[in-house]
C-alpha cells in the first residue's frame, strides 16, 4: 500500500510539472499581446522599441498607440486625389502614381476580428506608416534617365477592376517612354506590364524591377509548426528556411536558386511576385533595418533597339492564402504555390482531412457539424479494428491463467519469463498490442485536424452554436471569469471553457467503462487522466474540442456496444478486482497483525 501511494504522488506531481511545462510552452509559441504601459515621454531607440512588439497568431499591430498613429497617417496618406482606385471583388484599394507603388489594400471578404462590425483586414499600409507594406514597380540601368522611387506617373483609366486595366506612363524625354500595365483578376493576383518603348536613334539597356517592402512588426508568429517570414519557390522547392532574424542578421540573402515566386508570408496572409516564366533574375530577400524587410526581383538586362519596345509580366499576389484559390493559381502553372500553406510534411494526410471537411461544410453549411460527421466517418471507418480489439481482448482473458502460472514459475527470471510470454503469444495467436492500435491510428487525423485549424482561413471565424463564434479560436467561455461576467482573462492552463470541462466528463465516463485496472495506483492515474487532459486541451482551438468530446461520446457507445457482445470481458475484469481486492486486504491485515506482535 505504501508503494501504491508513493506511485500515486509521484504521479500527481509529474502530471504538474507538464501542466505547468505546457503553459510555459504555450506562452513560447503562442504569446498573447499584453496590456500596453502608457507611452514614455521620451520616445525608446528603434532597438527597444522592436523588443517590445508583441507577435500574435494572426498578425497586426497590437500596441494601441501604433494603430491609432496608423488610422491617423492612413488619412494622411490615403486622401489624395491623384491615386487611382482598386475596386474588384476580393480587393479593395488604391495606386499611388508615385514611384508606382500599390501600397493600399483591404481585403473585402476577411474581417479583422469575429464582430462582424470589425472592418476588412488591411494587408497592405504605405510606406512610413506603423503596418507598412507596400509593391513597387520600377527600373534600373546605367547611363540612361529613368523613373526614381519617387517619380509622379501620368494615369491612364481607373478604377482598377477586372478586365478594366490601368496604365502609368512616363517619358525621359530622351526618346524613352516607360509604362506599367496594371490588370486584376476576381481574387487577389495582380498583373503588372512594365515596357520600355524606345524611339531614339540607338539601342538602350534597362532592368525591370518588383519589389516587396513591409514591417515585420506586424508579422504573425513564427512557431516551429507554422512558418511566418520570408518564403518563395526557388528550383522547384518551397522554402521555409529563413525568417526575419535570419534576414536582419545576414543583411542580405540571396542565391536561392531560379524563383518561380518570392515574397512574405504570415499564417493566413501572403504577398508574393511571380516573375515572367523564363526570364533571367535576381532575387533576394533584403534587410532595411528598423524592422523593414524587402523581397526583390530584378530581371536581367534587356536590350530595346530603337523603334522597338521591351517588356516583362510579373505578378503580385496580396491576398488571403485560400486553398482553393492558391491551387487554381499553381494549375495555371505557379510552381507549388499551393505549398504557401505550411502544411508541413505530413500534407498527404493532412490536405485529404481538408478536403473532406471541406466537402462536407458545403453539404451542411456549417464547420461544426462538419467535424461532428468527419469524426463519425473515421469512428466508422476504425469500428472493425475496434471489434478487432475486444476479441483481441478476449483472447488474452481466455489465456490469463497460462499467463499466471508463467509468472509463477518464472517470477525469480524476468528474462525467461519474457521469452515465454512471448512464445505463449505467438502459439494462442494473441497480439498483447492489438489494443493501442486504434489509439494510434486516431493520432494522425487528430494532427492534420489540428494542422487544418491551424492554417487554413477557411476555418478562420467560423461559428459553431451558441457562444462558439470561431472554431479556430479556443473556447471564450472560462470559469474563472465566471463565463465571461468579470472583466479578466485567467492564464491558459487555468482557462477552462465549457468545452474542456465536457472533454473531461466524456473521456472519464469513456475510462469508467474500461475493466478496471489490477494495480490501484495505475487505476487512480486512469481517473485523474481525464481531468489531467482538460488542462491540457483548454487553450487549444474550439473545433479540436469539439472532434474530440464527438469522439469520446461515439467511443462510449461503442464500448457499450462491443461489451454486450462480449460480456465475458467485464465479468472476468470484475472477478479479477474482487480477487485482486481479496488479496490486497489479506495482505494489509497480515501486515498490521505482524507490526502489532512485534
Known amino acids: 500500500m505504501e508503494n501504491s501511494q508513493r506511485n500515486m504522488i509521484t504521479a500527481v506531481v509529474l502530471i504538474a510539472l507538464l501542466m505547468l511545462g505546457w503553459e510555459l ?16 515621454t521620451e520616445a525608446a531607440p528603434a532597438s527597444e522599441e522592436q523588443a517590445k512588439v508583441k507577435h500574435t497568431r494572426e498578425g497586426g499591430l497590437t500596441d494601441p498607440a501604433a494603430i491609432a498613429e496608423e488610422e491617423a497617417d492612413l488619412d494622411q496618406s490615403l486622401g489624395s486625389k491623384d491615386r487611382i482606385a ?67 506617373w501620368q494615369t491612364e483609366g481607373g478604377p482598377l477592376a477586372p478586365g478594366k486595366p490601368v496604365t502609368l506612363k512616363w517619358s525621359n ?4 517612354t516607360f509604362s506599367i500595365l496594371f490588370e486584376i483578376d476576381e481574387h487577389y493576383m495582380i498583373t503588372a506590364t512594365q515596357t520600355v518603348a524606345n524611339t531614339g536613334d540607338s539601342s538602350v539597356a534597362v532592368k525591370p524591377f518588383a519589389l516587396v517592402n513591409r514591417t515585420s512588426n506586424t508579422a504573425s508568429v513564427d512557431t516551429w509548426t507554422v512558418h511566418s517570414g520570408p518564403i518563395g519557390a526557388f528550383d522547384g522547392s518551397v522554402s521555409f528556411g ?40 535576381t532575387t533576394d530577400f533584403r534587410s532595411l533595418g528598423d524592422a523593414r524587410f524587402r523581397a526583390d526581383v530584378i530581371y536581367d538586362a534587356m536590350t530595346v533597339p530603337a523603334g522597338k519596345q521591351v517588356s516583362r509580366t510579373t505578378q503580385l499576389f496580396a491576398g488571403a492564402k485560400e486553398s482553393r484559390v492558391l491551387d487554381m493559381y499553381e494549375d495555371g502553372g505557379i510552381t507549388h504555390f499551393g505549398l504557401a500553406i505550411d502544411w508541413g510534411w505530413f500534407r498527404w494526410f493532412e490536405k485529404p482531412i481538408f478536403w ?57 527470471d524476468k528474462q525467461m519469463l519474457q521469452s515465454k510470454m512471448m512464445e505463449l503469444y505467438r502459439e494462442e495467436k494473441v497480439n498483447p498490442l492489438a489494443g493501442c492500435l486504434p489509439m494510434f491510428l486516431q493520432i494522425p487525423v487528430f494532427f492534420a485536424l489540428y494542422k487544418v485549424l491551424m492554417l487554413a482561413i477557411e476555418m478562420r471565424h467560423q461559428p459553431f452554436i451558441l457562444w462558439i463564434r470561431d472554431l ?52 487512480q492515474i486512469f481517473m485523474l487522466m481525464p481531468w489531467f487532459m482538460m488542462f491540457i486541451m483548454a487553450p487549444f482551438a474550439a473545433g479540436l474540442l469539439i472532434y474530440w468530446i464527438t469522439s469520446n461520446l461515439l467511443t462510449i457507445g461503442q464500448q457499450k456496444l462491443l461489451y454486450s457482445r462480449h460480456p465475458q470481458l467485464k465479468a472476468s475484469a470484475a472477478e479479477d478486482m474482487k480477487e485482486k481486492l481479496k488479496t490486497d486486504l489479506a495482505r494489509e491485515k497480515a501486515e498490521k497483525n505482524g507490526k502489532a506482535k512485534g
Open 242 to 281: 529563413n525568417d526575419y532574424d535570419d534576414v536582419a542578421e545576414k543583411g542580405t540573402i540571396g542565391g536561392l536558386g531560379a524563383a518561380e515566386w518570392i515574397g512574405f508570408t504570415d499564417i493566413y496572409w501572403l504577398s508574393a511576385l511571380i516573375p515572367q516564366e523564363g526570364a533571367k533574375t
Open 356 to 412: 473532406l471537411l471541406t466537402r462536407l461544410f458545403e453539404i451542411v453549411g456549417n464547420f461544426g457539424v462538419a467535424i461532428i460527421l468527419l469524426t463519425v466517418i473515421v469512428r466508422g471507418v476504425m469500428f472493425p479494428i475496434a471489434q478487432r480489439q475486444f476479441a483481441s481482448m478476449a483472447a488474452m482473458k481466455a489465456v490469463q491463467p497460462k499467463m499466471k502460472a508463467l509468472q509463477e514459475r518464472y517470477k525469480d
Open 472 to 523: 479556430s479560436a479556443p473556447d471564450p467561455l472560462h470559469i474563472l471569469n465566471l463565463f465571461g461576467l468579470l472583466d479578466f482573462n485567467p492564464p491558459g492552463f487555468l482557462a477552462i471553457g465549457v468545452l474542456a470541462i465536457l472533454l473531461g466528463i466524456t473521456m472519464w465516463l469513456q475510462f469508467k467503462l474500461n475493466p478496471a485496472q489490477m494495480d490501484p495506483a495505475q487505476q
Open 173 to 176: 524625354g530622351e526618346g524613352l
Open 25 to 40: 510552452g504555450l506562452n513560447y509559441f503562442y504569446p498573447q499581446p499584453e496590456q500596453p504601459v502608457a507611452a514614455a
Open 86 to 152: 482598386i475596386d474588384s471583388p476580393e480587393v479593395l484599394g488604391s495606386i499611388n502614381p508615385v514611384g508606382a507603388k500599390i501600397d493600399d489594400l483591404t481585403l473585402k471578404t476577411h474581417r479583422q476580428t469575429v464582430e462582424k462590425d470589425s472592418g476588412p483586414v488591411r494587408l497592405f499600409s504605405p510606406a512610413g506608416t506603423p503596418a507598412q507594406q507596400f509593391a513597387q514597380f520600377g527600373f534600373v540601368g546605367d547611363n540612361v534617365r529613368l523613373p526614381g522611387l519617387d517619380t509622379a
